[in-house]
């Protein structure tokens, strides 16, 4: 899954984990493999892009899940690690189907763009350690408005950069954090 195409295979990976009528979150990650963190770095920050990042308490949750996963990354693990309870939360196999029907054709926009380029800016720890910086401040900062979505999109950026080895996106994805980052300080200082 080094090529453009890792999404669109992560993708793939996520459908076919979507078995029968109810499948385990645990399943989903092992699926994915030594890629789970890109993808669960981009579900996760997904959430404070969304809508859901403006509501009180998510960007502190997502936060808290983001530095566990990033943590692990940085500590050399291969694969993600969650708790046994979350490994066991049960979702409805239709619905991550039909979720990744729908993102099929977005992984395959973004599989044309995202291409393994300009690599030394895509080593796993740099980006963890960054995701792990933008995840603290999200988790201290989250009630300054629009801060959660900005660095939602850095961490995304990030994720994508993960999957497809791709510096650029991994670059932009700092410029980004570096926005966030100012952003914080503007509002932090005006205070």
């Known amino acids: 899954m080094s090529d453009g195409g890792a999404l669109s295979?992560?993708?793939?990976?996520?459908?076919?984990a979507a078995e029968g009528e109810k499948v385990?979150?645990?399943?989903i990650v092992e699926a994915l493999g030594e890629r789970g963190f890109g993808p669960l770095l981009l579900a996760l920050s997904a959430f404070l892009v969304l809508p859901t990042g403006a509501i009180?308490?998510?960007?502190?949750?997502v936060g808290l899940a983001l530095l566990l996963l990033m943590g692990q990354l940085i500590l050399g693990r291969r694969s993600p690690w969650i708790?046994?309870?979350l490994a066991n939360f049960r979702i409805d196999a239709e619905t991550l189907r039909k979720s990744g029907r729908t993102a099929r054709p977005?992984?395959?926009r973004l599989g044309r763009i995202l291409s393994p380029r300009m690599r030394f800016l895509a080593q796993?720890?740099?980006?963890?350690?960054?995701?792990l910086l933008s995840s603290a401040i999200v988790i201290?900062?989250?009630?300054v408005p629009l801060l959660p979505m900005v660095f939602g999109f850095n961490l995304m950026l990030l994720g994508m950069a993960l999957v497809a080895r791709d510096g650029l996106?991994?670059?932009?994805?700092?410029?980004v954090s570096l926005g966030g980052l100012i952003l914080a300080v503007m509002n932090l200082g005006g205070s």
């Not at 796993?124 to 995701?131: G, L, P, R």
Request: charged share 25%; net charge neutral.
């Open 9 to 16: 295979d992560v993708i793939e990976k996520l459908i076919e």
């Open 106 to 108: 977005w992984g395959r």
């Open 124 to 131: 796993e720890k740099v980006i963890a350690v960054v995701s």
């Open 56 to 61: 009180p308490g998510i960007p502190a949750v």
């Open 140 to 143: 201290a900062l989250g009630f």
């Open 169 to 175: 996106a991994a670059l932009l994805g700092y410029l």
């Open 24 to 27: 385990r979150f645990g399943e």
């Open 83 to 85: 708790p046994k309870w």
